[in-house]
Structure formats: C-alpha cells, structure tokens
C-alpha cells in the first residue's frame, strides 16, 4: 500500500546562503515566552478548549473497505423541481471533462483527478427514486431556490438520509440574481444558512449560485464546488460496509428474440453493467432490485474500466485523460461487451455506395456533386470496413508466414501458443522467454565486448534447452556493438533496400562460415574481437544514420523511473535474473544426449562447484527465513499480549481510539495481500469481485415490464442480500410518528416500509413494553416511540427505516409518516391486549358471594378457575366452582364482605398474533412509476364506498347516574350527649306543635292606607319608565358620540402617517446625499 502512494519531494530548509543567515538572525531575536500567556485561567481556558476540539474528533472507528483503486463516488443532486439540478450537474461536467450535454439520464461517470472519479445522478421528484437514492449516495448536493426558500421536499429527503446513513451533505443555493436588495439578499442568506444548519449540524456547508450565463453557472463558483467536492472525506457507512452493490449505467436485453416474438410478456434475460461497490460480491448470490424484487445472479463477470483512472506519477490531467462515460445519455463513444465493440456514432449515418462518391447519371442534377464532397475520411474508413467481405482476424488467420529460407510456410493457427503467467501489475509474459532473456548491457570499453569461452559455451548451450528466447539472446549479445539498440528482424529476415554496405558489412563480420544452421543468417555467433574488429565496429558506427536506429525501441523517460520502486516491478526484474535456474529445471525438458555431447568435463565440474553453491545459497536463505518467522512469532506474542513492540512508554501515550485505528488498517493490508498475488479468476471464487472493478451482471427471469417501461431517469440498484437477509419472519423495531405527520398511526392500517434495500407494504401492530409483558396499542403515543411488530425481510438489529402511507399521492402534507430502527428479528411475538369481564353480586354470604353476568356457560367457568377477581373498592377475591342457576354464575371468595352495590371485574390478557402481510413495492415494472398503489388504508376504503364508521355500543361512553342514597339520622344515646362538651353536643331545635298568635291573625288596612299604598305603587312604576326611557337615550347618544370620535381619530391618524413618511423620506434622502 505504502509503495503506490506518491512520494512528494520534501521541503529543505536553506541553511547557507543570504535566507540561511536571515533566518539565524531572526532565531536570535524571537524570544518564546514572549507570547506566551501569562495569566493561569487564560491557560486553563485555552487548555479545556484544545481538549473540547481533541474530543469533538473522537468516534466510533469503522473498518474502512474502500479498496486501493476505489469505485467512483457517487454524488446525487437533490431538490424540488425547477430548483437548478440539471444546470448544477452540466456545469460540473463542463469543468470537469470540457464537454457540454444537452440530456441529463442516468448515471454520469467523470474522471476528476489522478485518482478520484465521480458518478452523477439526478435525483427525480419522486418518493421511490429519492428512497433509492438515499441509499447508494456519498454525498448529497441539496438545490434550494433561494427566492422561495426550503420546501417540503428538501426536508422529507433529510429525513429519508436520516434513516439511512446519513451521507455528506452540502447545500446549494440557487436563483440569487433574483434578489434586487442586497440587504435583503444578506438576510435570506444568513436566515437559510442557520435553518440548514438546524436540519444537519452547525457549520454545515451551503454554496451560493448566482444566475446562470450561457445556460451555465458562473466558472469560479464551479470550481470552488468542485473543489470542496475534490477534498470531502466520506466515512464509511455502515450498510455500505457490509453490503455489496451495484448503481446501473448500463442494461442490456439478450433474451431470444424468437421466444419475445412468440410470448411478448415472457420473462426476459437482461445484463446489467456498473462499477461495483461496498463488499465483495460471489457468484450465485442473492440480490433485490427496488421496484423489481428479488433475483439471483447467474452470471458476473470484471469488464474493462470505461472510465478509468490515469496511470502513474504525474502532477495534472492531461485532455485526453478527463474521461466521461455516459451510456444512457448518449455520451462515450466506445461501448465495452463480452462479445463486441459498439461505436456509436450520433445522429443517422447511410452507406454510400462508392466511397468516393454516387456514380454521376446523366439524370443527377449538380447538386450530387457536393455530396462527395462531404463524405469524410473517418467516414470512408467506417464505409470501407462495411464493404468488407473478409475481417481483420480472418485475414491474419489465412496469411502465411516463412520463417527460415528453407522451411515450409507456416500460418497462426499452426503455431501453438506458450503457457503464459499474469505477473501482479495486470501484464502477460511468457516464462520461459523471459527467464532466458537478459537485456544487452551498455557497453563502455572493448573489455566488456569480449565474451569468454565458457560464457559462450553457456549461450550456446541455451539454445539447446530454452529454444528461441535464449536464441534472440544470442543473437542479441553477439550484437552488443550497436550501442543498446535492438535489432530489426524484418531486416535480417527479408532485407533492407534502402540498407547501406556498411550495414552488410556490420551484420556479415562475425559470420562463422563452419557452423552454418538450417536458420540461415537469421542467428549469428559471435568470436573473439580483436583491435582491428573494434576498430572497424567504431568506423561503422559512424557510418550509421538517423532510420538505421531501431524505432521498436522507445526513449527513456526518466519521470517513469520511480514506477519501478514498487514490489512487482522487482518480482519482475527478478525473473530476468537467473539464479540456479538450471537446477530447478524439469529433468524432462531438452534431450540428454545432446546434452553430453555439448558439454565437456570442465563444464561438468563447473556444474557441480555451482550446485555446491547454490546448496550453500539454499541454506542461507532457509536460515534466513526461520529468523524471519521466529521475529514473526515474537511480533505476534508481543501483539497478542497487547504490547508489540514491546516499549511500554509508547502504548501508554496511544489512546484506545488510535490504536483501534492502526489495528484496523493492519488487518486490511493483510487482507489485501492475502490474495495478491493469486490468479484473479480463483480470487473472484474464493473472495468475491473486489468493489471498483466494473462488472457485467447476467440476471435471468426478469418481468418483460421492467425492460419496455425502462426509464433512466430513475435509478436501477443491485443491491446483494446476505444470508441470513432472504428469510422473512416478524420484526420488532422501536418507531416514532413523525411530529410533522399530521395523523396518529392506527394498528392495521398498511403502512410503505423502506428498510434495507427492500421497500415494502406490510401492516404493523404497535405496543409498549413494561418489562413483564408487551401490551398492544390501538394507535401510536403522541410525542414517544413505541414498539411496532410485522412481517417482512429479516433485518439486523440496529438497522434504520422510514414509512410513507403512500408513495402515489400527490399532496402538500408531510409524506414521511414514521422512522424507527430494528431492534429484534424474533420469530416469536407475545403481543396481549387487556381483556377486562365484569359481573355483578346476587347473593352474599360472610366472605362468599355468587356472581353473575361475567360468563355465559361453566365452560367458561371451568376455564378461569383460581383466576384472580376484585371489586371496584379493591376487596380482592379468587373464582370457584360454577353454580347451577343462572347459567354463567360462580361462587367466589373474598378477603372481605362485600356489598350488593360492589361490581366484580376479572382482568385477563388476550394475544394478539401480528398480521402475516409483505407486498414488495413494484415501482419500475409501470409506466409511470410514481402510480403504484397497494393495499389502501382503511379511512380511504371506507370514503369510496361510503361506509361509516362502525360504533360498537358497548364502546360507546354512557352517562353515569348514580341514584342519590338516603343515610337515617345519626342517633347519639343521652348519657353520650351529658358527656359532650357543649360544642359537639346536638343543637336541634323541637318543631312546633301548632301555629303562633302572629301566623294565626289576619292584617287588614283600612281604606285610607290602602290608598296610600296604591299611590306609592304607582309612582314608583312611573319613576322606573322614566329612568329606562332616559338610560337609553344616554345609550344612543354615547353611540353617536363613538362614532364620531372614531371618524375623527382616523383622518387625525391618516394625517400623522403621511407626515411622518414625508419626514422620514427626507430624512433618507438627506443620509443618501451625505
């Protein structure tokens, strides 16, 4: 890992020179405790706040999957309509890859920097598509109309990124050029700016995009998004970690036309394509496409990357190498398949038929003319190869080949091809021709050209057992006088004309006319060179011109030198070093005849000191690694035992975080290594394709509806299923009712489940839990979580969800009804709901009653014997034996005697057995996707058809009328009352027996008092007209008077509003002209 990161070249302080003595001047003169703080709360203040900031760091460490050549990273853009995504997304590719799209569909892969790519996809107003989203972004661009503010939207999209993972989120403000007022600009930005921050968290980035120019955004704002973008730290999420998935560009059908041509709405095979991202992902696993259902992948296979990332060291993109792959937009001209090589070539192309142009008639008008004219060369290359009646391939399979002068004609499919090995940087060799070949050396003096006897002999010697490498070897070493150029064997082969007689002369010179070969002059042995040969080699390199240089070759270019300091660029140099390589041979290969004729006995002896020697090698290097696996051993111990390397001091100063970190990153490199350097088609079996490699995907039984209303406006996620993931059963998860969803939850109403990669209709019962038994609710609590079992795909525990009552309708509410996490995956649910029987007494002994109305038949009885009873007063007692008459009546015992006026209540649980319901959401299988509906609620069935509500007349509240209870006289006995004190002694008053004098005499005026009387009446009445008469007159006029103030009051107002906004105007005019 550390051999492919980029090794910068580091800062070097001057240390002589005029900056060298500046800067000892200036260390003289700084003095350090200058600035430092010289109170004490200052230090304790500065010292907790460096401590806040090191714990604000602190979190839960995750192990980071993410492999060495990472997929790109997806980016959604996010927001209600006509908010500026698809503007948003142009700009960024227009600043990333030069090129301008006039469709935004599907997924958009850019290559961004030297080893960063990122994939765009727009997010489309819809429910299911922005829950699919959530689920697969990395990061989130937020498109906000600053002119309107946030809507309803962007708030249920935070709420669905809430549930699941809560990826990296930036705001985008658009549409600023609409503000006039720039203090008002200010406001609206400072008040959006602190309501992101409240949905997220404080310090929450949020971009401003002022208008668009030329269809665009303004470049600088651009490139200061793109480089937030360029340096965002994303931390692996945890159902990425653990899941593997795939975000289709690309779909393909390949089921037989002639099977589509017979049933239409057949199943169909389809092939998906798409980097591949998250976990491993093995053959023949389980996969659930949202909105399609559940699949299984018969056929994955690694493609080549259409958007790969540049390789090796270098300091910027090149042109050529910011790459945009875009199939469903149309963008990317090559099309990378199993079987072809699709080139699409934009807009309609018609085959000429000459390539020069249409064969003039004599009926032709001129204008025929100019259409030769616009047939390009590119266009006559695509017409030539139409025309074509043989291919390429078949032309090279029927050419013939004669390799030596008196050899017969050979053609491909003659010649047998070598076993090659795949070296780990991803290049084919061949082994043997690379174990016998060794590079001609630059040779600087004539000592260096000299070849010895026995060096020659070992040449020689293998050709016999290596064939032709060692054989190009040869004659390359023989040719060592070129100056480290190799040689053209076209020109050995076939001849030169335009070749010089110094050439021959070169080439012809070390000739050994006595060991001629059936090759001809194809090979050629070298002698000893003496002075003279030297001589003439330097005279002819002279004689050498600029084509005579082997163009094969290429220039060194010194920048790519650090390219082989990585360690399979020394396993490959190490091949080309042979070491013993003869002894480890296979004693099968080559003849051992020859093999005795060639070699003498000094060579034999030769042979056996290098075989000690290599013995000797071979000890050492076993001596070596058993040192090396004895440190292993300590490493292990020492780490086992929590202290590796064995300095106390040091893992004192590691905290738990760090510590856990490093222990994470040295189980990765372990894991990455494991598998290095194994052929890659046995790593996919054992391990899985590794995530970033681009993938086909062969899924067959697909629903013919998902292919013909195929749209790539909504996004197409393969998302793999672990194990334990494809069994259903019932789930408990905690829920809470959205404070923002405008009706309570009822138990039995469906509800839209988005949990996992799976969405779903299931219908959930809701509970709360005391500890000793899970009791069921009819709706959910106001402002708490509650529990909610039902009966869908077994999730782990701890897994984020949200619920939608429905994803078709269209309304301005609050969609998101519901969020919640996985708690338990139990098969089992003990969900009880309060049974409560009442009965009443008829007949009552000393602690014994008989009791009635409670059950119907000593079934019943019999059935709740020993059971628990107690009166409303809290008298508690215990059922017994069922009695003859009534039917339904028992004895019962009590702690106590009871009244007749008691009632008797028996408090028993019933279980309630959760609904067994689970409807997959369906919503790429429709035309329109945003349509689906499943079952509907109970509310809606009942409005269509115009049912009421049932009233159930035991559940109805009754007015409670108690009969008013006559007590008797409290009765104290006289030798009581004589003891009392005469406070509490009884103070009644003994009713009269007969009438009074006063009650029995009648008072009879005379008729002057009569009179008198009769007057007085009647002034009294006269006095009262009079004062209501003049009450309301008083009435009236205070009305009048009312409202004549208030006309008053209004003109005075009106006057008073328009001077003081004429004084206020000048005053502004007058601060204005300061």
Request: glycine share 6%.
């Amino acid at each position: 890992m550390d051999s492919t990161k980029q090794a910068n070249k580091t800062h070097r302080i001057p240390k002589s020179g005029a900056s060298g003595k500046n800067k000892k001047k200036n260390a003289e003169k700084n003095n350090p405790k200058a600035f430092s703080m010289q109170s004490g709360n200052r230090a304790s203040k500065m010292a907790s706040r460096r401590l806040e900031l090191q714990e604000k760091k602190y979190h839960v460490p995750l192990v980071d999957r993410t492999p060495l050549t990472p997929p790109p990273i997806v980016i959604a853009v996010v927001g209600p309509p006509k908010t500026g995504k698809t503007t948003l997304i142009k700009s960024l590719i227009k600043r990333y890859t030069k090129m301008t799209l006039n469709e935004i569909r599907g997924p958009i892969t850019v290559v961004s920097g030297k080893k960063q790519r990122l994939t765009f996809m727009e997010g489309v107003n819809d429910m299911n598509a922005l829950i699919d989203i959530a689920k697969v972004a990395d990061l989130v661009l937020l498109t906000v109309d600053a002119s309107f503010g946030f809507e309803m939207e962007t708030f249920e999209f935070l709420n669905i990124l809430q549930t699941h993972g809560f990826p990296k989120i930036m705001g985008v403000l658009t549409f600023l050029d609409k503000f006039k007022d720039s203090k008002k600009l200010t406001n609206t930005k400072k008040k959006l700016k602190h309501r992101f921050w409240t949905e997220i968290y404080q310090g929450a980035k949020l971009f401003y995009l002022s208008g668009v120019i030329n269809g665009r955004y303004p470049n600088q704002e651009i490139l200061n998004l793109s480089r937030f973008i360029s340096v965002m730290k994303f931390r692996p999420l945890v159902w990425h970690n653990t899941h593997p998935y795939v975000l289709a560009d690309r779909i393909e059908d390949i089921t037989d036309r002639e099977l589509i041509r017979q049933n239409p709405k057949s199943d169909r095979n389809v092939v998906m394509y798409g980097y591949l991202r998250g976990t491993n992902f093995k053959k023949n696993s389980m996969i659930h496409i949202p909105g399609a259902g559940d699949f299984t992948v018969d056929e994955i296979e690694s493609q080549v990357d259409p958007c790969a990332l540049p390789t090796g060291i270098r300091k910027k993109l090149d042109e050529k190498q910011k790459l945009i792959y875009a199939p469903m937009s149309d963008v990317g001209g090559l099309i990378f398949d199993k079987d072809a090589v699709y080139i699409n070539v934009p807009g309609s192309f018609t085959k000429k038929s000459k390539i020069s142009g249409y064969e003039k008639k004599d009926s032709e008008s001129e204008d025929s003319e100019n259409d030769d004219k616009i047939v390009g060369q590119g266009e006559k290359m695509v017409m030539m190869l139409q025309d074509a009646e043989i291919s390429g391939t078949d032309k090279l399979k029927s050419s013939e080949f004669k390799l030596f002068t008196q050899s017969d004609p050979l053609k491909a499919n003659d010649i047998e091809n070598t076993q090659t090995d795949q070296v780990p940087n991803g290049k084919i060799t061949n082994s043997k021709i690379e174990e016998g070949f060794e590079d001609a050396p630059f040779a600087e003096t004539e000592s260096e050209l000299e070849l010895s006897d026995d060096e020659y002999d070992n040449e020689f010697n293998s050709v016999y057992e290596n064939g032709i490498g060692s054989a190009k070897t040869l004659g390359l070493n023989n040719n060592i006088y070129v100056g480290n150029r190799r040689v053209d064997l076209m020109d050995l082969v076939y001849g030169n004309a335009e070749s010089s007689k110094n050439k021959e002369k070169r080439y012809n010179q070390d000739i050994d006319d006595g060991e001629e070969s059936d090759a001809g002059d194809f090979f050629k042995l070298s002698k000893k060179n003496d002075g003279k040969e030297s001589q003439n080699l330097s005279d002819a390199d002279t004689d050498f011109e600029a084509g005579d240089i082997d163009s094969c070759k290429s220039n060194i270019i010194y920048q790519n030198l650090d390219a082989w300091n990585t360690p399979e660029s020394f396993e490959l140099v190490k091949k080309r070093f042979l070491s013993a390589a003869f002894d480890n041979a296979d004693p099968n290969l080559g003849n051992g005849e020859s093999d005795e004729t060639l070699n003498s006995e000094s060579e034999t002896e030769e042979e056996e000191t290098n075989k000690q020697d290599t013995k000797s090698k071979d000890t050492t290097e076993d001596n070596a690694l058993k040192k090396k696996k004895e440190m292993l051993k300590k490493r292990f111990d020492a780490q086992y035992d929590g202290n590796e390397s064995g300095d106390e001091n040091l893992d004192k100063e590691k905290d738990m975080f760090t510590s856990k970190k490093e222990e994470f990153e040295k189980q990765s490199i372990i894991n990455r290594e494991e598998f290095q350097n194994d052929n890659p088609e046995l790593r996919a079996q054992i391990e899985g394709y590794l995530p970033g490699q681009y993938v086909r995907m062969v899924v067959n039984n697909v629903p013919c509806e998902m292919i013909e209303n195929f749209d790539p406006s909504y996004p197409i996620i393969v998302g793999g299923l672990l194990a334990s993931e494809t069994k259903f059963g019932f789930i408990q998860v905690r829920i809470k009712r959205h404070r923002w969803f405008g009706r309570i939850l009822k138990t039995g109403n469906p509800l839209i489940f988005s949990l996992g990669w799976r969405r779903f209709q299931t219908i959930p019962t809701y509970a709360l839990s005391d500890r000793i038994k899970t009791r069921m609710l009819k709706y959910t609590p106001e402002h708490m979580h509650c529990l909610a079992t039902f009966y869908g795909p077994v999730t782990a525990p701890n897994t984020g969800f949200c619920c939608v009552q429905s994803s078709s309708k269209a309304t301005t509410n609050f969609r998101i009804s519901a969020t919640g996490v996985v708690l338990d995956i139990d098969q089992s649910t003990e969900i009880v709901k309060k049974l409560k029987l009442v009965g009443t007494p008829f007949k009552i002994h000393k602690n014994s009653a008989f009791i009635k109305n409670m059950f119907n038949s000593p079934l019943e009885i019999a059935r709740f014997e020993g059971a628990q009873i107690r009166t409303v007063s809290g008298i508690r007692g215990q059922v017994k034996k069922a009695a003859k008459t009534p039917p339904g009546a028992f004895r019962a015992t009590f702690e106590d005697k009871i009244l007749m006026s008691d009632v008797v209540f028996l408090r028993a649980w019933y279980t309630i057995k959760p609904k067994k319901f689970y409807n997959p959401v369906t919503s790429l299988l429709l035309s329109d996707k945003s349509k689906w509906e499943g079952m509907k609620q109970i509310v809606d069935i009942r409005r269509e058809k115009g049912i009421k509500v049932p009233s159930n007349y035991n559940s109805h509240y009754k007015e409670i009328t108690r009969e008013q209870r006559k007590f008797n006289k409290l009765q104290i006995p006289k030798s009581l009352q004589s003891q009392l004190p005469y406070k509490s002694k009884p103070k009644l008053e003994q009713k009269q027996g007969s009438k009074g004098y006063l009650a029995r005499r009648a008072v009879i005026m005379e008729p002057d008092e009569k009179k008198v009387v009769t007057l007085i009446n009647e002034i009294n009445l006269l006095n009262r007209e009079k004062t209501e008469k003049r009450k309301a007159k008083q009435q009236e006029s205070r009305e009048k008077n009312a409202k004549k103030i208030k006309l008053q009051n209004e003109v005075s107002q009106s006057k008073i509003n328009r001077s003081r906004k004429e004084h206020f105007r000048k005053q502004g005019l007058m601060e204005k002209h300061k």
